[in-house]
C-alpha cells in the first residue's frame, strides 16, 4: 500500500508541474507511472496464480490487493482523464489494464462508463472519436472470443488440413456464378460503406496462449449467397502453421461468427484463396464483382486494420502492372486508400459497390500499397 500512495504522490507532483508548464512534460513522464503500476500489478498477479494453482491460503488477500493496486492506477487519472480522453497517459492506464477479457481487473463496461461520462466536445473531437473507436474494437473481439470460448462446432477446419488444401486447390477454378456489376451509383462514402458493410467479414485465427484464448484476424468478402468468400492466400498459410492456431472462423457486421469449412481454391503468386462458410442456412449477402479499374480512378477499401473494426477509407488507383512472385508472373494495383495489418483480404470497390480488387499487402519501405485485380480473382471462378 505504501507503493501505492508513493506513485499516486509521484503523479500529483508531475500533473501540478504540467499545470505550470507545458502538457508535453506530463506526457512524457507520466508514462512512468502507468508502468509503475503495471509492474506492480504484473508481479501480484504472477503470485496469485501460484497461490491459486498451489490452493494457498494467501489466495484471497493477493485478490484483494491486486484489486486495490488496479482501482488505485484507475482513479488517479480521473480529472487528467475528463481533460484529456485519449491522452498517452489514459491510454495506457485505460486500455493496458482494461482490455475488456474475464481475467481484466478493469472491465470494459468500466472504460465505457467513463467515456459517456465526458462532456460531448471531447467524446466528439478526433482524440474522443478514436478513443471510441478502441472501445468498440474491444466489443467486437469480446463478442467473437465469447462465442468461439462457448462453441466448440465452431472450430470448423483445421491448420493441418488447410495446410493439405493449400496445396491441393492451387489454380483449380470453381463453379460460382458470381453477381454482375452493379449500376447504381452511390453519392457519399457512408451511403457506400453501409451498402459492402453487411458482405464484408472478419477472419478469426484463435489460438490459446497462457490458458487465455487470443485472436488474430484478417478481413474477407462473400462472393456467393451460399458462402462462398475470398480473403488472401497469406491468411490461409498463417493459419496452417501447424501447432499454433485452434480454430478458424469468420464473424459477419452483426457479430455472429461461422466456421470455415474448407478452402476451394487458391493463387499463391496471386495472393488470393476462395474459401467456404458454414453459413447454417442463412443466405449472405454477396459483393458484385466490376472490371479491372483504370488508373487514377476512385477506389474504397473496407477492412480491420489493427483490430479497429470496420474502417472505411478512400482513394485512387495510381499503377497497374504486372510482376513476378514465387516464380510465377502476377498482376498488381497500387492505390492510395489506406489499409494496414488486418484488413488483408478485404475488398477494394469502385463507386458503385464492384470489387475491383483484392487488398493483399503494402511495402512501408517506398509506401506501396498493393491490391490484386479482380481480373485475377476471376481465373479462379466460374
Given at each position: 500500500m505504501k507503493k501505492i500512495l508513493v506513485l499516486i504522490v509521484l503523479f500529483n507532483v508531475l500533473y501540478a508541474r504540467a499545470q505550470q508548464s507545458d502538457q508535453s512534460y506530463f506526457e512524457q513522464h507520466v508514462i512512468k507511472v502507468v508502468m509503475d503500476y503495471n509492474a506492480e500489478i504484473g508481479k501480484l498477479g504472477e503470485a496469485l496464480k501460484l497461490a491459486k494453482a498451489s490452493n494457498s491460503a494467501d489466495t484471497i488477500a493477493l485478490q484483494g490487493k491486486r484489486k486495490e493496486t488496479v482501482y488505485a492506477c484507475f482513479q488517479v487519472p480521473q480529472d487528467f482523464v475528463v481533460k484529456n480522453p485519449a491522452s498517452p497517459f489514459c491510454i495506457a492506464a485505460l486500455?493496458?489494464?482494461?482490455?475488456?477479457?474475464?481475467?481484466?481487473?478493469?472491465?470494459?463496461?468500466?472504460?465505457?462508463r467513463l467515456f459517456n461520462s465526458l462532456a460531448p466536445e471531447l467524446r466528439n473531437n478526433a482524440e474522443g472519436r478514436a478513443y471510441a473507436a478502441k472501445l468498440a474494437s474491444l466489443n467486437w473481439l469480446n463478442r467473437i472470443k465469447k462465442q468461439l470460448n462457448d462453441a466448440s462446432v465452431l472450430k470448423g477446419i483445421s491448420g493441418n488440413a488447410v495446410a493439405e488444401q493449400l496445396k491441393e486447390k492451387i489454380g483449380k477454378r470453381i463453379a460460382v456464378n458470381p453477381l454482375g456489376p452493379a449500376s447504381t451509383f452511390f453519392d457519399t462514402d457512408?451511403?457506400?460503406?453501409?451498402?459492402?458493410?453487411?458482405?464484408?467479414?472478419?477472419?478469426?485465427?484463435?489460438?490459446?496462449?497462457?490458458?487465455t484464448l487470443k485472436v488474430n484476424t484478417a478481413t474477407a468478402y462473400v462472393i456467393a449467397a451460399s458462402?462462398?468468400?475470398?480473403?488472401?492466400?497469406?491468411?490461409?498459410?498463417?493459419?496452417?502453421?501447424?501447432?499454433?492456431?485452434?480454430?478458424?472462423?469468420?464473424?459477419?457486421?452483426?457479430?455472429?461468427?461461422?466456421?470455415?469449412?474448407?478452402?476451394?481454391?487458391?493463387?499463391?503468386?496471386?495472393?488470393?484463396?476462395?474459401?467456404?462458410?458454414?453459413?447454417?442456412?442463412?443466405?449472405?449477402?454477396?459483393?458484385?464483382?466490376?472490371?479491372?479499374?483504370?488508373?487514377?480512378?476512385?477506389v474504397y477499401v473496407l477492412g480491420h486494420p489493427k483490430q479497429d473494426f470496420y474502417q472505411f477509407t478512400t482513394g485512387q488507383v495510381t499503377e497497374n502492372y504486372s510482376s513476378t512472385l514465387f516464380g510465377r508472373p502476377c498482376k498488381l494495383m497500387n492505390i492510395t486508400a489506406e489499409f494496414n495489418v488486418g484488413s488483408?483480404?478485404?475488398?477494394?470497390?469502385?463507386?458503385?459497390?464492384?470489387?475491383?480488387?483484392?487488398?493483399?499487402?503494402?511495402?512501408?519501405?517506398?509506401?506501396?500499397?498493393?491490391?490484386?485485380?479482380?481480373?485475377?480473382?476471376?481465373?479462379?471462378?466460374?
Open positions: 486500455t493496458m489494464l482494461g482490455e475488456g477479457g474475464d481475467s481484466s481487473p478493469v472491465q470494459l463496461v468500466d472504460l465505457e457512408s451511403a457506400l460503406m453501409n451498402k459492402i458493410k453487411p458482405s464484408v467479414l472478419i477472419v478469426n485465427m484463435a489460438y490459446q496462449k497462457d490458458n458462402g462462398i468468400c475470398v480473403t488472401n492466400y497469406h491468411v490461409m498459410r498463417e493459419y496452417s502453421r501447424k501447432g499454433i492456431y485452434t480454430s478458424l472462423s469468420v464473424t459477419d457486421p452483426k457479430g455472429k461468427v461461422y466456421p470455415v469449412t474448407e478452402l476451394l481454391s487458391c493463387s499463391e503468386s496471386d495472393d488470393l484463396a476462395v474459401f467456404k462458410v458454414d453459413t447454417r442456412g442463412e443466405r449472405f449477402i454477396a459483393l458484385p464483382l466490376g472490371e479491372e479499374a483504370e488508373k487514377m480512378r476512385p488483408s483480404g478485404g475488398p477494394i470497390v469502385d463507386g458503385y459497390g464492384n470489387v475491383v480488387g483484392t487488398v493483399s499487402r503494402r511495402n512501408d519501405g517506398n509506401g506501396m500499397k498493393m491490391g490484386i485485380p479482380v481480373s485475377e480473382l476471376r481465373k479462379l471462378i466460374e
